[in-house]
């Protein structure tokens, strides 16, 4: 059989003596596999699959023997460059968590509409939520998109389950009223993540936002913060820093002198914490540290806002991100419009703002209805 011969995982196409054309390709382990086909452009089309689905991350099992499982785990492979660290992670959950353990040993061939609603009312049994679930389901189309794209399946059968239907919003998003709030800054004023807290409530940052921040972010003198970066857990467990949710969350502050102050505080208690660490203090340039100089643990945060909200005597349900709900509904009942509200925040569209905070746009719409008709000089 002629060959026109190629580098390896590049592939070679010709003709076999029984009139039909094999396509192969090397691995990079070394492995062979061949694809045939009645015509040259077929075979040729089963290899650029086969090339496409190597480049992409995906493997080359035997058709028929792939399954659920392996589409998933390939497709995540796939996207390691292509998403951020804490998206793999959330993408790799949902798969460990919930479609492997219901799709993973089924064939992709048998792969069909009615067993993904069959996973996915396995999940409702099991208390999940619509919005995990309608997750599951975006997930699961993806990994099925990019199957088709690398000859794997036919079809999307994905494209074809029915979603779970949305579930409509429970009730308004928890915040501190004035009073609340104020009880809350008397309530964390000695505590170890009191500085935390007070910005978090008087800027309406993201946790992983105040986290991130440095020194060099901040600017007492002029009372400015520069939001640039995010911290989130990566992969192997530690804290790292990465960029912002958005290009809208990339944003400078105005502080507040509550935040100011906040700041002023952390500073001193972090000078005398470096001194206590002698040694053993790690400078690496964050705002918020831990005893010795390493960015504090989320988890650790959470915890201390919930012995928080028992000496305040708040209600227990509250979370640390209600703080950001609290800092909008304070500016927005002050007469702050949502557009600045929409920057402070870092939200991506103003929709976004409106829909969180929709409970309250009604009491801003009287609000300058009655101060339109005193413009006017209305009754």
């Not at 090397?26 to 452009?41: H, I, N, Q």
């Not at 309530?187 to 935390?196: C, I, M, S």
């Not at 990339?250 to 002023?264: G, M, Q």
């Not at 831990?290 to 227990?316: E, I, Y």
Request: contains cysteine; glycine residues 10%; aromatic residues 6%.
């Amino acid at each position: 059989m002629a060959q026109k011969k190629r580098g390896n995982n590049e592939g070679s196409l010709g003709k076999r003596k029984d009139g039909r054309w094999e396509a192969r390709v090397t691995l990079p382990d070394g492995t062979r596999r061949s694809f045939y086909g009645r015509t040259r452009e077929e075979a040729a089309r089963k290899l650029a699959q086969a090339l496409r689905a190597v480049q992409e991350g995906g493997s080359l099992a035997r058709p028929g023997r792939r399954t659920v499982g392996d589409l998933l785990d390939a497709w995540l492979q796939a996207k390691a460059g292509q998403v951020r660290p804490g998206t793999l992670a959330s993408y790799r959950w949902l798969v460990d968590h919930h479609l492997r353990p219901r799709l993973g040993a089924v064939r992709l061939a048998a792969l069909d509409a009615a067993r993904i609603e069959a996973a996915l009312a396995e999940m409702r049994r099991a208390g999940r939520s619509a919005r995990t679930r309608i997750y599951a389901l975006t997930l699961l189309r993806q990994a099925c998109k990019a199957g088709v794209r690398w000859g794997w399946l036919g079809t999307n059968p994905a494209t074809l389950a029915h979603a779970p239907k949305a579930e409509e919003r429970p009730h308004a998003p928890a915040f501190l009223g004035p009073d609340e709030a104020r009880r809350f800054l008397h309530a964390v004023r000695d505590d170890a993540y009191g500085p935390l807290f007070a910005f978090l409530l008087a800027t309406g940052c993201r946790l992983g936002e105040a986290l991130a921040l440095r020194w060099a972010d901040v600017d007492l003198d002029a009372g400015l913060v520069a939001i640039t970066g995010t911290l989130r857990r990566g992969p192997d467990g530690r804290p790292e820093r990465g960029e912002p949710k958005t290009a809208r969350s990339r944003r400078t502050l105005v502080l507040p002198a509550v935040a100011l102050e906040a700041f002023r505080e952390q500073r001193r208690r972090q000078a005398a914490a470096r001194l206590r660490a002698g040694s053993l203090w790690q400078d690496l340039g964050y705002v918020f540290t831990s005893a010795v100089g390493t960015p504090v643990d989320g988890r650790n945060a959470r915890r201390a806002f919930k012995a928080a909200l028992a000496r305040a005597g708040l209600p227990p349900a509250l979370r640390l991100h209600d703080l950001r709900h609290s800092a909008a509904s304070l500016l927005l009942a002050q007469g702050a419009d949502l557009r600045t509200v929409m920057e402070v925040l870092g939200h991506s569209q103003i929709g976004v703002t409106a829909d969180v905070y929709v409970h309250l746009v009604p009491a801003l719409k009287r609000d300058a209805a009655a101060k339109l008709d005193a413009a006017l000089g209305g009754p």
